[in-house]
């Protein structure tokens, strides 16, 4: 099956820095990936739709300058997390699909702790 | 924007008994409805899937059916295990490598 990757698993840091998360598609091309952001016994709210080769589209709410996605290749996108803050602290996950499919391949998600 | 709701939100039965959590949903052009299955700090699972030209599908101890006039799917849970317990999630998109709008989340209990 589609394997997808997400490096780190957990992250933690200091408010005010920033933190890049990875998406990787390890045996697919991907030129499309979403991200999710999960809070504490909440669902999975969609942030942006990564395209490779272009802009991503951001959801309505979403501050595309502090969540900075970046699809540079068919198997990676970078979600980077600017000026994090303790509010920003969730579990984000990554999918893609395969080309032309239906069902997404999820990856195992980061947990981002902004102290 | 889509907006998706689930009920119930938790369900507790015991092992054996059944199990059915609906999902609905607002926008008409969806046509790919999915069931995920997600364990505390996992990623989620799929369990089930279908597609808006078909109104039923089963896999083992699975099952979902569509309404697509009434904007509604369900998950279908026969024979319940106490590993069946997790959280489930329905997520309806608009088909090929198009993006899934989360449903609110159902809490599943399996009592011995």
């Known amino acids: 099956g589609a394997v997808v990757s997400q490096h780190p698993s957990r992250v933690i840091c200091k408010s005010g820095t920033s933190v890049k998360i990875e998406c990787r598609s390890l045996?697919?091309?991907?030129?499309?990936m979403f991200w999710y952001r999960q809070f504490p016994k909440k669902s999975l709210m969609l942030m942006a739709t990564?395209?490779?080769?272009?802009?991503?589209?951001?959801e309505q709410g979403v501050e595309k300058d502090k969540f900075l996605i970046n699809h540079a290749s068919l198997t990676l996108s970078t979600l980077t997390v600017t000026s994090a803050h303790p509010e920003d602290s969730s579990f984000y996950i990554c999918?893609?699909?395969?080309?032309?499919?239906?069902?997404?391949?999820f990856g195992p998600g980061t947990r981002l702790t902004v102290l | 924007g889509e907006n998706v709701e689930q009920h119930p939100s938790t369900l507790s039965v015991q092992e054996g008994d059944s199990a059915v959590i609906k999902c609905t949903y607002s926008?008409?052009?969806?046509?790919?409805f999915p069931w995920y299955k997600q364990e505390l700090g996992k990623r989620p699972q799929l369990i089930i899937d279908?597609?808006?030209?078909?109104g039923e599908k089963k896999d083992q101890r699975i099952a979902v059916t569509l309404n697509k006039t009434a904007k509604h799917f369900s998950l279908h849970i026969t024979e319940t295990q106490p590993e069946d317990s997790a959280v489930y999630f329905c997520?309806?998109?608009?088909?090929?490598?198009?993006?899934?709008?989360f449903g609110t989340g159902t809490r599943l209990q399996v009592t011995l």
């Open positions: 999918s893609a699909p395969l080309a032309g499919g239906w069902e997404q391949f």
């Open positions: 045996d697919f091309q991907a030129t499309t």
């Open positions: 990564s395209n490779e080769g272009s802009k991503a589209t951001y």
């Open positions: 926008d008409s052009a969806s046509n790919y």
């Open positions: 279908i597609r808006s030209n078909v």
């Open positions: 997520a309806p998109g608009g088909g090929t490598a198009s993006k899934l709008t």
